[in-house]
């Protein structure tokens, strides 16, 4: 069964029949921003993004120790990575929403906005 990250309201990841909260983590934090993108992201700008104020080789390192904090999640097993790039191909309610939006499905788009993106995060 595939992966699905709520990210309206109170962020969570729901693996089958389990559900597991996302709370104020820097991991946490860097899986809701791979899930919220879905692309391939490189590895320098996720490093700059949650590191600004780090060298880019400390950065980088961070990210790397990160990445694989959260690789052993049960639920982060589709993590994919290579040297320079990441991604965390899941399904999730915002895609969701702009798929709605753009096929014109106003109703449906404004079901899944459930509360505001990450709203207790």
């Known amino acids: ?12 990841v729901a ?6 909260e996302l709370g104020h983590t820097l991991d946490d934090a860097l899986l809701c921003y791979l899930a919220l993108d879905g692309r391939w992201l490189p590895r320098s700008v996720l490093a700059g993004r949650f590191w600004p104020d780090s060298d ?17 999640r049960p639920y982060a097993r589709d993590l994919e990575t290579t040297r320079d790039h990441v991604r965390w191909p899941v399904e999730t309610d915002v895609a969701r929403f702009w798929q709605a ?3 014109g499905e106003r109703a449906r788009a404004l079901e899944l906005v459930s509360a505001p993106l990450l709203g207790d995060a």
């Open 101 to 103: 939006h753009a096929a």
């Open 1 to 12: 069964m595939p992966v699905g990250v709520r990210l309206f309201g109170s962020p969570a």
């Open 15 to 20: 693996d089958g029949a389990r559900q597991h």
């Open 56 to 72: 880019e080789r400390s950065a980088r390192a961070n990210l790397r120790w990160r990445l694989h904090r959260v690789r052993n």
